[in-house]
């Protein structure tokens, strides 16, 4: 007598059972012909019963049906995972699958991101990694700022001037968010070669406060801005401060200015005190706390993207017209900002504020 199939795959058995249920064959009578010869272990009468239920309403797979749930993960898994993570924070999902390899990938990709809240971004570019000193300064000069500012908010906000220096060109390439179009799922994605900027330029002087631009000064080509060039800027914002803000000069003008050398030597600091203005402390290598950098330079260099100027004079002209065009409101918010990034820079203990 031959001895029973001691291993059999489980669709294999389905499959007689599937078999003998389209012969006619009871239940019971097909339970026996499998014990026969598989072994009485092989299935019991019950599921026998209820696989001919299944192929009577209308079943013909004999395979399991694929699971909705998910693969429970052990803690020293996530655990695991999370050491390597820490150990190498821009590893990949699939090094970490390399490194477990009894783990799938896509498991190890849900405890990364849903067990353990990890998501991977980019590294965020500061103009210099700050040390102790400059953040206890950036913490000094956002205190000064929000004391002041909290004493007569509005009277304060309206006596600031502020301003800075910024290279405009012939040619400035388009960013990326200006080069997005709409187009279907199905579209083909657009082509953007890359472009450098021109070589012809022109330095610009902005200086403004919340009501608009109060002076746009261009420096002529082939000099450098030095305390004397400076010096003759500032008695031009004086004298339009006097013509375009009345009773500005007799209530007090704060300027707000970073700590470039022309901006910070001695003649200047002379002229300022002759002018009777106060100068806001300003910390160093900080263009997240200026209104120019932060808000009014990247407004006029998104318009500046994609457009082509032949000469210096179309470059200004532009420049005049475009800044002179600006609601007053949108000085007004960026000057209102100030505040807000202060405060931030305050409750970040002196770190870089990015909104």
Known sequence: MELPIAVAATCEIRSVIRFLHAKRVPPIDIHRQLTEVYGEK??????????????????????????????????????????ILLEDRRITINELSFRIPD?????????????????????????????????????????????????????????????DETWVFHF??????????????????????????????????????????????????????????YCDTLKKLRRAIQNRRRGRLSSGVRLLHDNARPHVSLQTQELLTNFGWTVIPHPPYSPDLAPSDYHLFPKLKEHLGGLRFNTDDDVKEEVNRFLKGLEANFFDMGIQKLEHRLQKCLDRNGDYVEK
């Open 42 to 83: 092989c299935i019991s009468v019950q599921h026998v019963r209820k696989w001919c239920r299944e192929f009577s309403e209308g079943r013909t797979e004999v395979h399991d049906e694929q699971r909705s749930g998910r693969p429970s993960v052990s803690d020293d898994v996530v655990d695991k995972v999370e050491r």
């Open 172 to 229: 400035t390439p388009e960013n990326k968010q200006q080069s997005r179009e709409w187009r279907h799922s199905t579209s083909p994605k657009p082509k953007k070669f890359k472009q450098t900027k021109s070589a012809g330029k022109v330095m610009a002087t902005v200086f403004w406060d919340r009501k608009g631009v109060l002076l746009i000064d261009f420096m002529p080509p082939g000099t450098t801005i030095n305390s004397d060039r």
């Open 103 to 163: 783990i799938a990938s896509t498991t190890i990709h849900k405890i990364v991101t849903e067990k353990l809240g990890y998501s991977k971004v980019c590294a965020r570019w500061v103009p210099r990694m700050l040390t102790e000193s400059h953040k206890e300064k950036r913490v000094e000069c956002a205190q000064q700022f929000l004391q002041q500012c909290r004493r007569n908010k509005e009277e304060f906000l309206d006596s600031i001037v502020t301003g």
